[in-house]
């Protein structure tokens, strides 16, 4: 059994063996029934169990795998007893077939001389076209002018995107070759070529005029980004009054106002534009909450959602932002620089913290602090004003800093005013704004005024400060009664802001 040779000669017999046994299963016999003609081939009283062929066919697939395909030259001898076995199993179905005719019929002439035509139109040398039928041209391979070639590469309509506006003809046209269609061909086509202008349009409206996609209702119907967007800022400036050149101060920038309730910051501001018409123009912060009853979007705030808010915040469009409970609030850079480019100087309310975030920023302004005589004079006020205790305790205690020597709170500022006497303060704050006397700072006072009386209209607006963000110098920890009596002073701070704005 050590010798291979001899191995192999019991291996083939085996195969033999197991190909006889199997042409015997159920399965062959169905093939060989329709065709079987010499039944003394065939074995037909002999039928191979299905568990038997299952034996069968697995010691056919061990012997062919675990032995004859052992060794260097196994795999090239099992293909040949393969093969020998096949022609074999062949010849027995021959056989079985009554030993048909295997001769092929001759070659008619017609078909001779069809193939021969064939072949000489294959293998004769044909003239070869300059341009062969369906290819391109290749004459851009042909050199030229190198300048001209590389200004056509240069050609703006090449890298450029082509105008939203060429698109809105187009898809007119298409809609109207929908809706009245020579033949359904034209049709089809007008359908397809109008969704890939309504793309490629929507892609070039979505840098500039993404705002419109909201006002889309049908996909098909996207006229709404081929309006020009109005933003709401510009759209509020527009509704003022035309700016006065002739009482425009020779130093346009924005001026920001800040100081606690109390000071009396509306009412300077209110006589300062009653003064001077056209000349500036308050900047109303930008808020999540929803309008109280009397307020006027653009006028008092703009209100707009959260996400509108966070968009703004993320895309640094806010020279400040502050959170007071669930609601945002900030002033918008937009909102600014429009009212700069209308001619006019922006004015904008701000506590503390706010501003020192202006200040981070290096945003060109002029910074104005506006204080009330006294903590005292301050209490009186806003007990006069008709404020609930809890308030004026709220904003007395976050307005301490304001009084305090060693506090750091006045740093910064290009200007501190003191409101003893509201004609005489607002004349400080007007030569300032205007140049017409010196900056100075005299212990935190401008005016000498002998008499407060900017009492009495400090007391009727009790600081009626122009947004509704609450005093700066949050205390790290506050009582639940001063939070409450915070967001409770918001309605009436809110009242306030609308008879700055009228």
């Known amino acids: 059994m050590s010798d291979i040779s001899f191995r192999r000669h019991i291996l083939v017999q085996s195969l033999i063996v197991m190909d006889f046994l199997l042409s015997l299963s159920s399965k062959v016999k169905e093939k060989l029934a329709g065709n079987a003609q010499n039944k ?7 039928v191979l169990s299905d568990e038997d062929t299952k034996w ?17 030259d196994g795999p090239y001898f099992s293909r040949v007893v393969e093969t020998v076995l ?6 027995i179905r021959w056989k079985s077939e009554n030993c048909p005719s295997i001769e092929l019929p001759p070659v008619s002439p017609e078909t001779f001389l069809e193939a021969k035509k064939g072949s000489q139109r294959t293998a004769t040398k044909k003239r070869l076209r300059s341009i062969p039928m369906g290819s391109l041209p290749l004459g851009f391979l042909e050199e030229g002018n190198e300048e001209t070639a590389m200004q056509k590469l240069k050609a703006e309509e090449r890298y450029s995107l082509p105008e939203l506006e060429g698109f809105k003809r187009k898809i007119a046209d298409d809609d109207f070759e929908i809706e009245m269609p020579t033949n359904n061909q034209t049709k089809a086509a007008a359908v397809e070529s109008k969704a890939s ?5 929507l892609r070039i409206a979505s840098k500039t005029r993404l705002t419109l996609f909201d006002n889309i209702d049908d996909p098909d119907k996207i006229d709404a980004i081929f309006e020009e967007p109005v933003d ?32 009396g910051m509306a009412s300077i501001f209110g006589l300062l534009a009653e003064k001077h018409p056209g000349s500036f123009t308050r900047v109303p912060q930008h808020t999540t909450r929803k ?12 209100f707009v959602d959260a ?21 945002d609030y900030g ?19 701000m506590d503390s913290e706010a501003v020192q975030q202006v200040q981070d920023l290096g945003f060109a302004a002029r910074f104005v602090l506006l204080l009330p005589p006294s903590n005292e004079v301050l209490e009186e006020r806003l007990k006069k004003s008709g404020k609930h205790r809890d308030d004026v305790r709220n904003i007395l205690s976050k307005s301490a800093p304001y009084f305090d020597t060693e506090s750091n709170v006045k740093e910064g500022f290009d200007l501190v005013l003191t409101n003893e006497d509201l004609e005489s303060t607002f004349k400080s704050f007007e030569g300032y704004i205007y140049s017409t006397q010196e900056e100075h700072v005299a212990n935190g006072q401008a005016g000498d005024g002998d008499k407060p009386v900017a009492d009495e209209a400090a007391e009727a607006d009790a600081d009626a400060p122009m947004t509704d963000v609450p005093s700066d110098v949050p205390q790290a920890e506050e009582p639940a009664q001063d939070k409450e009596a915070e967001v409770e002073g918001k309605a009436d701070q809110s009242e306030e802001v609308k008879e700055a704005a009228s």
């Open 86 to 91: 096949a022609r074999d199993k062949n010849w």
């Open 331 to 349: 002033t918008s850079r937009k909102a600014v620089e429009t009212v700069v480019e209308g001619g006019k100087v922006p004015i904008m309310h």
């Open 56 to 72: 069968a066919t697995e010691t056919k697939r061990v012997i062919v795998e675990k032995y004859l395909k052992h060794g260097t």
């Open 232 to 263: 709401a800022d510009e759209a509020d400036i527009a509704a003022e009054e035309a700016p006065n050149s002739d009482e425009m101060p020779a130093d346009k920038r924005p001026i920001i106002i800040s100081g606690p309730p109390g000071a």
């Open 291 to 302: 309008a109280r009853e009397g307020e006027v979007g653009g006028q008092h705030f703009h």
């Open 307 to 327: 996400q509108a808010f966070n968009m703004m915040r993320d895309g640094d469009a806010l020279l400040e932002f502050t959170t007071v409970g669930d609601v």
């Open 197 to 201: 202008k309504s793309w490629r349009a």
């Open 40 to 46: 003394s081939v065939i074995y037909v009283g002999q």
